[in-house]
């Protein structure tokens, strides 16, 4: 190299393997980030890396409920995890209010395991994360099946409900396996009626503060009713990294119909939003998409 000392062509080779380092890192991020859809198109089960086709089954907190739910076609299993309050203490499925279920963790993991279906574990309390991880190891060191892990952080639209600490949470959470899909969420609220306010500007940058140092791909759980109010900052959020994606998703008593989603699927990456609906939303919502509506 003409022109250049040892030390001048030492520092360009450190600097080379340096920049060569981060885009593998780069593009291994990414990678992952993708890996739920990869699951499901090398066994089949999609057509193609459109997260949109990715089925949900949500709420699976009951015995009878896992078992209906894995006899379907849903790809992946929601359910919600607490600490038994009596004894024995363990890991249950269970939404609050409730206090105790018919199902552990255990028993859960071991079911969807044997069905070969994707894992989404949403925690409602930090007391439940320790020792659910420990049971989700054997799952994650012999299989490679998506798993997806939940907690609503911080404050978002008329949320009421207290979030989990996000540097508790993500502190619990850091030595999962890199593929692990981290679930990032804000609480919310929505009224009928009512002027409802989006996710703010504030709002989706303290979250990509919280999200920026985690090597873990991230979706951020975005309440459907609210898209209309919060497209600008949600498209800014994805843009800040390749590891993030968006999962909407609707409440029981939210009103909504598939011409509400329809724009956002005409302008986000489709292999970047996830859409945990009820079966007839989602159906309708891909039939308009198919139909040249978007």
Known sequence: ??????????????????????????????????????????RGLIRSSDAAEVSWCHGVNSRSGLMEALSGSAHMMEADVLMRECDPKEPIMAHPPARDSDITLKEWLQEVKEQQKGIKLDFKSLEAVAPSLVLLEEVLAKTNLPVWINADVLAGPGGHAQPLDPQAFLSAVRDLPPHVVLSLGWTTGWTAGMDNPGYSWDMVRVMEGVCRALQHPVTFPVRAVLLARSAPQLRWLLQQSHRYTLTVWTGQTDTLTPQDLLPYRRGFDRSRVYYDLPPSLRTELNRGTQDGDV
């Open 1 to 42: 190299m003409h022109g250049c000392s040892n030390a001048e062509s030492k520092l360009l080779g450190v600097q080379r393997r340096l920049t060569l380092g981060s885009t593998v890192s780069s593009v291994a991020r990414a990678a992952a980030s993708t890996m739920t859809l990869q699951y499901f198109l090398s």
